[in-house]
């Protein structure tokens, strides 16, 4: 099986890292990251750069600041593969609960 972990993660951030080190058991991991000043570039960058790649699931990756709940409709309905999203914080949470 192969997993295409995607997002703007940060390899040394601790739950990034713990997740693609556990799916390693087994699983090879493919890694698609983008970072970018801008969050629509990010996006971009990570739907271009998925499309060259051959995974059977993908698994969005968290950041803090990263917002990748527009991502899950837009890659969902591209791939038409699982996806599970790796939902740390909600919008909700950061716009709302964190004030």
């Not at 991991?29 to 059977?56: G, H, P």
């Not at 950041?63 to 837009?74: A, D, M, S, W």
């Amino acid at each position: 099986m192969k997993v295409g972990y995607f997002g703007p993660f940060n390899l040394k951030h601790d739950r990034s890292r713990v997740i693609i080190k556990g799916l390693k058991n087994g699983v090879e991991v493919i890694k698609c990251n983008a970072q970018s000043t801008s969050r629509l570039l990010r996006y971009i960058k990570i739907l271009e750069r998925q499309r060259k790649l051959d995974y059977d699931v993908i698994i969005l990756g968290a950041r803090g600041n990263y917002y990748g709940q527009p991502l899950v409709p837009l890659m969902g309905a591209i791939t038409k593969k699982p996806l599970v999203f790796d939902a740390v914080f909600t919008l909700y949470e950061t716009q709302v609960v964190d004030r």
